[in-house]
């Protein structure tokens, strides 16, 4: 089975990267620029998972994933906010949403990568 991530990010470059490091591993790869397409495209199309980023335009990602956690659709799709910000309340925020949290940087692609084959794995091994 192929499983099928959402990525949310307002970085086209960062989309990209991470679009180019997941597909190769068998991956549905779905995008979204901020959080307003981010939550039509969950309900149009639940992913099973979605990486995003806390700043993007229409709305805080971290905003988006409480919404989603919120929806008994969407409340049980595992979440990873790929952020800048390493502030205690973001990283506070997204322990009491259960998402992951993976700070950008040189090694943030390669964190991600293992945090979706450890979280995707059930979902893989169908």
């Known amino acids: 089975m192929n499983a099928k991530i959402l990525i949310a990010d307002d970085d086209p470059g960062m989309v ?8 190769p591993t068998g991956l549905i790869v779905r995008e979204a620029y901020d959080s307003v397409s981010l939550l039509t495209r969950v309900q149009r199309e639940p992913p099973d998972l979605i ?5 993007m335009p229409g709305g805080n990602g971290l ?3 409480e919404m989603l956690a919120s929806d008994r659709a969407s409340a049980r799709v595992p979440v990873i906010i790929l952020t800048g910000r390493s502030d205690q309340a973001t990283l506070d925020r997204c322990t009491a949403l259960g998402a992951r949290h993976v700070q ?8 991600i990568k293992r945090l979706v ?3 995707l794995s059930p979902v893989l091994a169908q």
Do not use: N
Not at 16 to 23: P, T
Not at 51 to 55: A, E, N, P, S
Not at 104 to 111: I, L, M, T
């Open 51 to 55: 990486i995003m980023d806390v700043q």
């Open 63 to 65: 905003s988006a994933c």
């Open 117 to 119: 084959q450890q979280i």
């Open 16 to 23: 990209r990267l991470l679009r180019m490091a997941l597909e």
């Open 104 to 111: 950008k940087g040189p090694e943030a692609v390669a964190q």
